[in-house]
């Protein structure tokens, strides 16, 4: 079955930087546009990235451009997404997600990021 | 931005009752709208794509409808297990999700 298992979350200082990674199993990896969305309790959900199946198209958020960068190894079915510059409001559970035809249609179980001082 | 705005905030209803949602787009969508259940704890849940077409495993008890920028998620008999956050999205310019709908039981 789809499995997308979100890591590296943690507690941060503003301004500090911290690299998640989503693995993936159970479908071909290399097939897929993969994104990562975030949730908080202020903005609620928020799609952040997405990088293209082979990695040769990345997009970004406004509110994060700059400051995040997405990629994957395909070889490793494995999904990042560097954060630097990190911000009090960047405060979130990040999710990763598949695309199927512009359509989420599986979620990891998200990792928690805490932005603090 | 494409603002998506869901009403109500909160349903309280019964089980076995109707519960309909709404989701309202500030710009026309076409019909690349989709729904998603959410359980405390748990990430979202795909349950309706481009409006009307309900996604893999997905109870037939759950519709929905609309187009251009009022969309519809309607849960013909509530079960215990619908109880949750449902959200709408839309696709056709970048992603965004409306604030949510709680449907708790009354």
């Known amino acids: 079955q789809v499995q997308l298992v979100e890591s590296g979350g943690g507690v941060v200082q503003p301004g500090r930087s911290l690299r998640l990674s989503c693995a993936a199993s159970?479908?071909?990896?290399?097939?897929?546009?993969i994104h990562w969305v975030r949730q908080s309790p202020d903005k609620g959900l928020e799609w952040v990235a997405v990088?293209?199946?082979?990695?040769?198209?990345?997009y970004l958020a406004d509110s994060v451009k700059g400051r995040f960068t997405i990629s994957r190894d395909n070889a490793k079915n494995t999904l990042y997404l560097q954060m630097n510059s990190l911000r009090v409001d960047d405060t979130a559970v990040y999710y990763c997600?598949?695309?199927?035809?512009?359509?989420?249609?599986?979620w990891g179980q998200g990792t928690l990021v805490t932005v603090s001082s | 931005e494409i603002v998506l705005t869901q009403s109500p905030a909160t349903l309280s209803l019964s089980p076995g009752e109707r519960a309909t949602l709404t989701c309202r787009a500030s710009q026309r969508v076409s019909t690349s709208v989709a729904w998603y259940q959410q359980k405390p704890g748990q990430a979202p849940r795909l349950l309706i794509y481009d409006a009307s077409n309900r996604a893999t495993g997905i109870p037939a008890r759950f519709s929905g409808g609309g187009s251009g920028t009022d969309f519809t998620l309607t849960i013909s008999r509530l079960e215990p297990e619908d109880f949750a956050v449902y959200y709408c999205?839309?696709?056709?310019?970048?992603?965004?999700f409306g604030q949510g709908t709680k449907l708790e039981i009354k």
């Open positions: 990088v293209s199946y082979d990695g040769s198209k990345k």
């Open positions: 997600v598949r695309e199927q035809w512009l359509v989420f249609d599986y």
């Open positions: 999205q839309q696709r056709a310019n970048w992603y965004t």
């Open positions: 159970g479908f071909t990896f290399s097939r897929y546009s």
